[in-house]
T-cell receptor
Framework: GQQLNQSPQSMFIQEGEDVSMNCTSS?????WLWYKQDPGEGPVLLIA?????ELTSNGRLTAQFGITRKDSFLNISASIPSDVGIYFC???????????FGTGTRLQVTL | DAGVIQSPRHEVTEMGQEVTLRCKPI?????LFWYRQTMMRGLELLIY????????DSGMPEDRFSAKMPNASFSTLKIQPSEPRDSAVYFC?????????FGPGTRLTVL
């Protein structure tokens, strides 16, 4: 099925550094969501964005819904070891709550 | 709320056997989704239901896969007969709008 392009695929950073990842699509989306998946668990919702240009924060996380409605980014400030995991973007394009998921960004944090 | 509940968490079976995965969505949610996750293909949507009715099963790999939702609080995904290439983590998710909440997944290994 269709997938969103996420970049980077993986990141290795030191504790305390800021992280930035993004998601792009050839299609317009009405809603963007960012999820985090810990090993052995299901994806957990981090942030939901509902309109173009929206900038939303959740603690150290900040996400934006691109003005073109074809992209979104997620920033993590002052990373800590528990930020380790896989981050997925997901877009909803008007088909009855059906989401299209990105390929994921694997984040590793070293001390 | 208890969140989405899936059982079993782990399943090991032999090729040719029938496998049944179970899901209890969050109470009040009217959408239920079944996903499969593998390293090669990422998160794939298999099928989803709205108000217990299957809406889109285009992601179901083949006739060996079937899903049912007999009531608002229970769904099953059945594989019969199972094959080694079905080995993956299967997730159930539920939603009321565009925000999907995932269960912890069932890790299926077919020998």
């Amino acid at each position: 099925g269709q997938q969103l392009n996420q970049s980077p695929q993986s990141m290795f950073i030191q504790e305390g550094e800021d992280v930035s990842m993004n998601c792009t699509s050839s299609s317009i989306f009405n809603t963007w969501l960012w999820y985090k998946q810990d090993p052995g668990e299901g994806p957990v919702l981090l942030i939901a964005l509902y309109k173009a240009g929206e900038l939303t924060s959740n603690g150290r996380l900040t996400a934006q819904f691109g003005i073109t409605r074809k992209d979104s980014f997620l920033n993590i400030s002052a990373s800590i070891p528990s930020d380790v995991g896989i981050y997925f973007c997901a877009g909803e394009g008007g088909t009855a709550s059906k989401l299209t998921f990105g390929t994921g960004t694997r984040l590793q944090v070293t001390l | 709320d208890a969140g989405v509940i899936q059982s079993p968490r782990h399943e090991v079976t032999e090729m040719g056997q029938e496998v049944t995965l179970r899901c209890k969505p969050i109470s009040g949610h009217d959408y239920l989704f079944w996903y499969r996750q593998t390293m090669m293909r990422g998160l794939e949507l298999l099928i989803y239901f709205n108000n217990n009715v299957p809406i889109d099963d285009s992601g179901m790999p083949e006739d060996r896969f079937s899903a049912k939702m007999p009531n608002a609080s229970f769904s099953t995904l059945k594989i019969q007969p199972s094959e080694p290439r079905d080995s993956a983590v299967y997730f159930c998710a539920s939603s009321l709008s565009y925000t999907q909440y995932f269960g912890p997944g069932t890790r299926l290994t077919v020998l």
